[in-house]
């Protein structure tokens, strides 16, 4: 079992940066990748980055694509998310997660587990 801790979310303005850490105790990182995700109030919990299991392979939601970058270290069993160019609309709880299977789709948090308690990041115009 894998527990996951998020941590580095925070009050910025727009087209500030944070940079949000998950943290892995208990086995290692999953073989098929690791996930950030969001949850804004009132709507579903959302895709945002994905680094694939071999660390090679980044994905990305449109509408963080080219402003956010996800990154691993293995080392040290992390999953970054690195923030740039923030606007309101990234307002969210945002959470780490393993994905569990190969099969289905990467976007889809149905294919992820040991999901994390989350991390408030608000965006203030």
């Known amino acids: 079992q894998v527990q996951l801790v998020e941590s580095g979310g925070g009050l910025v303005q727009a087209g500030g940066s944070l940079r949000l850490s998950c943290a892995a105790s208990?086995?290692?990182?999953?073989?098929?990748?690791m996930g950030w995700f969001r949850q804004a109030p009132g709507k579903e919990r959302e895709f945002g980055a994905i680094?694939?299991?071999?660390?090679?392979?980044?994905y990305y939601a449109d509408s963080v694509k080219s402003r956010f970058t996800i990154s691993g270290d293995n080392a040290k069993n992390t999953v970054d998310l690195q923030m740039n160019s923030l606007n309101p609309e990234d307002t969210a709880v945002y959470y780490c997660?393993?994905?569990?299977?190969?099969?289905?789709?990467?976007?889809?948090?149905?294919?992820?587990?040991?999901w994390g308690q989350g991390t408030q990041v608000t965006v203030s115009s």
């Open positions: 680094l694939s299991g071999s660390g090679a392979n980044t």
């Open positions: 997660a393993r994905r569990f299977t190969s099969a289905g789709s990467r976007w889809s948090p149905a294919v992820y587990d040991s």
């Open positions: 208990g086995r290692t990182f999953s073989n098929y990748g």
